[in-house]
């Protein structure tokens, strides 16, 4: 089989390799990998380690979905055949991560445990989901990470209510996910992007507000768009000291989600803000695997269908990874097989 290895961190080390097809042991399932999801943090795994501990050959990216082609001994949660996805975290199960205040939890595929940037691979039962009947398996790779993110912020820990608002920055995966996953729960959803035709496709997504960020201050629009009230529930996924922007358009007991570290890994905004509003300001590191279930579960019940920018083939990786330096709208999958 093929798979994606690198020998020391950086992009040039990628290499796609031959390799023998893994034979699954006790406990875990063999899976022909059919789609791997991009994921912003697998390009940062990739050109500089995240500071984590990689075994080399090290494999990339941690979304995929795939078909279960053989079961190691003792097999129990799938069959032959079955469809599956993959969790992000595959110690968290349910409720507190494991780890400690001292030692943080951080151990996901593509990180601690290896990737799946492969044709096939082999690893634990527990480490997989049975995946949505109703999307095809390159459309179910997109929700391990980027979609489970959305709904752990505004689902599992916001609780989000009909007729709260929601405010999402930028378009892409989590981004969407996050605009769809508030309309199927009857919020008013607000966008903000510099690219007016992003603008545009995000309206046919749904969005009740969409902002240009470039034409004027985004906190203001919010203001005048809410009648000073601000938002319920902000994604964000700027990071670093754009957080005081989301500490001002947020309302007042509102609620922060922090993802993203576009704009580095130090958060930083205005106490007054912090202590006049009292938001509720969480960090949101994807989601466990329950709370992944619940979401296939509501794909199917709802129809919610991911948003895919592009789907490149295993061979093409290096040109996904030049898009997702561009920003893409929505996911980009590679699709393999």
């Not at 768009?225 to 996924?237: K, P, Q, V």
């Not at 358009?249 to 958060?267: D, F, N, P, T």
Request: charged content about 20%.
């Amino acid at each position: 089989m093929k798979r994606w290895e690198m020998t020391a961190v950086g992009r040039e080390q990628l290499r796609l390799v031959d390799v023998p097809v893994p034979e699954p042991r006790a406990g875990e399932v063999l899976v022909r990998v059919a789609a791997v999801s991009l994921n912003y943090r697998d390009k940062l795994v990739i050109e500089n380690g995240m500071g984590l501990a990689l075994d080399h050959p090290f494999t990339p990216a941690s979304d995929l979905a795939g078909t279960v082609m053989a079961l190691g001994e003792g097999v129990s949660r799938f069959k032959m055949g079955d469809r599956v996805i993959s969790t992000f975290s595959p110690d968290w199960v349910e409720g507190r991560p494991p780890g400690s205040a001292r030692t943080p939890p951080f151990r996901t595929l593509g990180g601690a445990y290896p990737g799946v940037l492969a044709e096939y691979v082999s690893f634990p039962e527990g480490w997989f989901v049975a995946a949505p009947q109703s999307l095809d398996l390159a459309a179910a790779s997109t929700l391990p990470c980027a979609g489970l993110t959305a709904w752990f912020a505004l689902v599992e820990r916001g609780r989000l209510k009909a007729g709260e608002t929601v405010l999402v920055q930028g378009t892409g995966g989590v981004a969407l996910f996050g605009l769809q996953i508030a309309k199927l729960h009857g919020a008013e959803v607000f966008v903000t992007s510099g690219k007016t035709d992003k603008l545009d496709r995000v309206r046919a997504l749904g969005a009740d507000q969409a902002i240009d960020r470039t034409a004027g201050d985004w906190v203001e629009a919010v203001y005048r768009l809410t009648g000073d009230r601000g938002i319920d529930h902000i994604l964000e996924i700027v990071g670093g000291a754009h957080l005081a922007r989301s500490l001002e358009a947020v309302a007042v007991h509102g609620r922060i989600s922090v993802i993203g570290v576009l704009e580095g890994y130090e958060v930083s905004g205005p106490a007054p803000h912090l202590l006049r509003k009292s938001p509720v300001v969480q960090g949101v590191s994807v989601g466990h695997r329950r709370a992944l279930e619940d979401l296939v579960a509501a794909v199917d019940a709802t129809g919610l269908k991911p948003v895919i920018g592009q789907r490149y083939t295993l061979e093409e990786l290096p040109k996904a990874l030049d898009h997702l330096d561009r920003g893409p709208f929505g996911k980009l999958v590679i699709e393999i097989g």
